[in-house]
């Protein structure tokens, strides 16, 4: 379930006082043009209900795999996507910039 009115950082401390899992995916560095500005969050639960934008929807379904691995295993991860990136052409990034989206476990 995505919520689109309540800031992520919000919505990340909401699921972690009820004891939830959660990751957090934050644009660190874009090039060109690209949907959403660096400092961009996108906030994800254990359950896969997220909240916030790092993409305005283009690579969304990618970074919150990623995000819901984070909670898995702990482990961080720096995303990339842009035209040249298969990837990217896959999840729908055609916007002619990059995103470099850092996903951490927050706890």
């Not at 874009?30 to 993409?55: D, K, Q």
């Not at 305005?56 to 040249?84: H, K, N």
């Not at 990217?88 to 910039?97: D, N, P, T």
Request: hydrophobic share 40%; glycine share 12%; net charge negative.
């Amino acid at each position: 379930m995505k919520d689109i009115d309540t800031d992520p950082l919000v919505r990340l401390s909401e699921w972690r006082a009820k004891g939830q899992c959660t990751a957090l995916a934050t644009v660190v560095q874009t090039w060109g043009s690209s949907p959403r500005p660096v400092g961009s969050h996108l906030a994800v639960n254990e359950a896969g209900e997220f909240a916030g934008s790092v993409s305005g929807g283009c690579i969304e379904g990618a970074v919150i795999a990623a995000a819901l691995a984070t909670i898995e295993t702990g482990e961080t991860s720096m995303l990339e996507f842009g035209v040249t990136n298969d990837m990217a052409w896959e999840v729908g990034l055609a916007c002619g910039g990059t995103v470099h989206v850092y996903v951490e476990r927050v706890e």
